[in-house]
């Protein structure tokens, strides 16, 4: 057991700076984003830390300026995998045994250096540049979100380790121990939070696992200084490998390994699940049965009440739906609004939407960039297409757009008359809330209809004065958001405040920045200790006399 005499306090979270005009951070920031805008680099493969380049490469570009490259990075064939896989399971007869404490103080050691050294600037403008996030997204994502994984996680980590049997009577000793897998974690990131890129692999390795880490390849270039921040803040090698590539070319020889012992997934739900088919048809060949946890999607929702205040539900709209031009898994996608309340409603956000600025997130002054990439664009405007071509539809706010300098998609509003329309349904993953205006007489009705629309059950809202409205809505959503949110967006959960994850078609529910999640990475062990034991076999029962 380690030794509980060492503790991990519950932290704060990591205040997020507002670069304001004059201050020292939006100087810094600035700089950095100079710096890196103006040079060009070469991303190896990490395998056991040695950087390997197999020439098969790839470009990072800037969405909001895609002729622009950041880097060229090399991408793993099966060879690099297997190496990848050696060197993880290397490291494992170290790293899974080494006290907790010295674990966690890697990770602590990480927070810090982000949080109070340029390793905070480098993290925020790799993101803003890479991912087209404004400051105030790179600053909650990369720099306060992911110190706040870190050092949650380390909290968590000691919490578990003291969940100890309640008894132990007198003559024997009963506790718990709790064991790392025996096997490799294949943490696979999305492009859309740096934040969660750092997490999926190090919330594995601080319970003593070592991990893969294949980031997506439109954001290989913020996962590349994540790794660099881990090297600096002292994570041995092999405990995470870092191996960008194409999906089929990492994942095949992953989940065909006998060492293959979990997923930590963010990203689609067709992707997950053949992963887990994949694994679950693999399952004779493994040494034990794989953690399976992942994120998937949404198709959130924000549903208003009559007496909704008006204001405050066009601010959750437009934050909702269009920061970081709604490429969150948590974006407002569809929107449920009365009768009554529509057309105030209506003027007041487009009004709104109208002083919304869009363009190069080095612009202080723009509130919206580009989405992530050419693929993105085309399925986000093959929606807008599409709705411009119903009857069903009107699009009452945007729906232009341009790739030719960067991928730029307006900030798009659909109202429909149908609440099955398409775009209420199907996830999009980008700019586009599409809404539908019920009868207040239907409140109720309308609630069931959202709740049946989508299969995904991630995040969802309610805007309401009348409590009995909440509490109508509170119930009839129960398993529609996994994330519940009264009078606020639906996005923007913090670590340690709202843990974060969805059931249904949106994951497994296991819930980033909570113990919920480090527990998955565990396999416990139970040890009995008699200090008496008996001298002999006989029951009392047995005595005739």
């Known amino acids: 057991m380690a030794n509980a005499i060492f503790n991990v306090p519950l932290p704060p979270n990591e205040p997020v700076k507002n670069y304001a005009p004059g201050s020292p951070e939006k100087a810094a920031l600035k700089s950095k984003l100079d710096e890196l805008a103006n040079q060009q680099i070469d991303i190896p493969i990490i395998i056991g830390g040695k950087e390997i380049r197999t020439g098969d490469t790839d470009s990072c570009v800037m969405p909001h300026d895609h002729k622009h490259v950041l880097a060229k990075y090399h991408k793993v064939g099966e060879k690099e995998v297997k190496m990848a896989i050696d060197s993880a399971m290397d490291a494992h007869k170290t790293w899974s045994r080494m006290d907790w404490q010295d674990r966690v103080s890697v990770f602590l050691k990480a927070a810090d250096l982000l949080a109070l050294t340029e390793w905070r600037y480098i993290l925020n403008a790799a993101t803003m540049l890479g991912q087209s996030k404004n400051p105030f997204q790179a600053e909650i994502d990369s720099a306060a979100e992911l110190a706040d994984f870190f050092r949650f996680n380390s909290y968590y980590a000691m919490q578990i380790y003291q969940q100890q049997p309640l008894h132990s009577p007198f003559g024997m000793w009963n506790r718990s121990e709790y064991r790392p897998l025996e096997g490799f974690i294949f943490a696979v990131a999305p492009f859309n939070f740096t934040s969660i890129t750092g997490n999926l692999p190090t919330a594995c390795a601080i319970m003593g696992n070592v991990a893969l880490l294949k980031p997506a390849s439109s954001s290989v270039y913020s996962a590349y200084w994540i790794m660099k921040l881990l090297e600096a803040a002292g994570l041995p090698s092999g405990v995470i490998n870092f191996v960008p590539g194409s999906g089929s070319k990492v994942g095949n020889p992953v989940m065909d390994s006998e060492y293959f012992g979990g997923i930590h997934f963010t990203g689609s739900t067709p992707t997950f699940q053949s992963m887990w088919r994949t694994a679950a048809n693999n399952l004779a060949k493994y040494k034990s049965y794989p953690r399976i946890v992942g994120e998937t999607g949404g198709k959130d929702f924000i549903f208003a009440h009559s007496s909704a205040d008006i204001t405050a539900l066009g601010v959750a709209m437009i934050r909702g739906a269009f920061e970081y031009q709604g490429q969150k898994c948590s974006a407002a996608s569809r929107a449920y609004i009365p009768k009554s309340i529509w057309p105030k409603l209506k003027e007041y956000t487009l009004a709104e939407l109208k002083t919304v600025k869009v363009g190069d997130p080095r612009d202080f002054t723009n509130f919206f960039n580009a989405v992530i990439d050419k693929g993105a664009f085309d ?141 998955r990475w565990v396999s416990a062990r139970t040890i009995k200790e008699n200090f008496i034991p008996p001298k002999d076999y006989r029951y009392p029962f047995m005595n005739e006399k």
């Open 379 to 519: 399925t986000i405007t093959g929606y807008i297409d599409y709705a411009k071509k119903s009857n069903e539809a009107t699009i009452i706010a945007g729906g232009g757009y341009d790739s030719s300098k960067g991928y730029f998609i307006e900030p798009t509003i659909i109202e429909t008359t149908n609440p099955k329309f398409k775009s209420m349904e199907e996830e999009i993953f980008g700019p586009v809330l599409t809404l539908y205006v019920y009868d207040d007489n239907k409140y109720e009705e309308t609630l069931q209809i959202c709740d049946q629309t989508s299969p995904f059950s991630l995040t969802g809202a309610i805007f309401a004065q009348d409590r009995f409205a909440v509490e109508k809505a509170d119930k009839a959503l129960t398993h529609a958001a996994g994330n519940f949110y009264i009078n606020d967006k639906p996005t923007g959960a913090v670590v340690g405040q709202q843990p974060f994850g969805g059931a249904r078609a949106s994951g497994t529910n296991d819930k980033a920045g909570s113990y919920l999640n480090l527990i």
